[in-house]
Every structure is written in C-alpha cells, then in structure tokens.
C-alpha cells in the first residue's frame, strides 16, 4: 500500500469515529467550565470564549474578582466596546491590599450582582475570571457558590478561571483545562508586555 493509501485509509477511520462521537452528543445545556493551573492564558482562554459568544450575538457578562478597574486591560476595552458588561471587584492584587476583611467583603459585594447574573434567563455567558482565589482565600463561601452555579438557568455557559481550583468546583464542571506553565519570560526578568498579558 502506497503511503497516500494508507494515509487516506488512516484518516477515513478518524473521520468515521468522529463522526460516530457527534452523532451521540445529543444533550443541549449550558456548560461550566473551569480553566485552571499554573500557566499563562487563563483569563485569555476564558476572553476568547466571550469573543466567541459575542461574535454569535449571545449575551456576555465577565465578574473579575482580581483585577483593578485602574489596569488599562486591552481585553475589558475592545469586549465592552462590544456590549460585554463588566464589573470588578476593583481592589487589585490581595498582596497589595493586605487587608482581609476589606478584600472579603469587596468579593461579597461583586458576588451578589454575579448571583443576580446566575438568575438571569437573558444572559447566555458569565465569565468568573480569578474566582478561585476567592474560593482559596476564603474571601467567598463555597457552598454558596456552588449552590448559585447549580441554579443558574439550564442555557448558561459558565466559564471559570483562575489557580488552584478547589476539587468541588472541578468535579461539577463539565470541561476542566488545567494550563501548565513549561517556561514563562516573567522568570527570566521580561516586565509583563502590553498586548501579551494585559
């Protein structure tokens, strides 16, 4: 057998068991996902969901739990120039703040409009950038948020990210993608670079 025959023979039998997978994912619902680990491209993996999302015209929302409202972020500007509602928790890095009860009542408070968003039937897509510190930290009950996750509408894509998510958040996602980090410029002393990280 010639290689372009075996190769064909090769790819048929791929396309064969491919298709034979579409053909038996018949459920439809919205989708938890969990994008965690120590590498970089959480929250960008997570941003280029909501770009999808918007691109399909479906109703975005993006909770970020770390980042400030005083960080030019290239992603929030072009996503909110295109309807993405945002909202921040808007007290920066916890080693910067160092202060647990102003941190833990900052994440309650934009936790509380992210339970109104997880009740809302015209919102498509929540994206919970850096929860799992939240979770970690203590800053956030688990069970409470577990329980939001669980009642949120059955359409409701929910995406997560953040380190070191907790076992329970993991075991009720339904797509985990755990992002390792195998060389990063920032420990070989490059200052983080517009365009790339913010």
Not at 131 to 159: C, K, N, W
Request: hydrophobic content about 40%; proline content about 1%; overall charge neutral.
């Amino acid at each position: 057998m010639r290689n372009q025959e075996r190769h064909q023979a090769r790819q048929q039998r791929r396309q064969e068991a491919v298709a034979e997978r579409v053909r038996q994912a018949t459920e439809e619902r919205g989708l938890l996902l969990v994008i965690t680990g120590n590498g970089k491209g959480k929250s960008t993996a997570g941003f280029g969901c909501v770009l999808r999302a918007v691109g399909h015209q479906q109703k975005s929302v993006v909770a970020q739990f770390v980042k400030s409202d005083k960080w030019d972020d290239g992603a929030r500007r072009v996503l909110e120039q295109c309807g993405v509602l945002f909202a921040l928790m808007g007290t920066g890095f916890t080693w910067d703040t160092q202060n647990f009860d102003a941190d833990k009542a900052a994440a309650e408070a934009l936790w509380e409009k992210v339970e109104g968003w997880l009740r809302d039937e015209s919102i498509d897509l929540v994206m919970l950038d850096e929860l799992t510190y939240m979770i970690t930290y203590r800053y956030l009950d688990l069970e409470r948020v577990m329980a939001a996750l669980q009642g949120r509408p059955a359409h409701q894509h929910v995406i997560i990210t953040g380190r070191q998510c907790h076992r329970q958040l993991r075991e009720l996602a339904d797509t985990v993608s755990d992002i390792d980090s195998v060389k990063h410029a920032f420990d070989a002393g490059i200052k983080v670079q517009k365009g790339i990280d913010y």
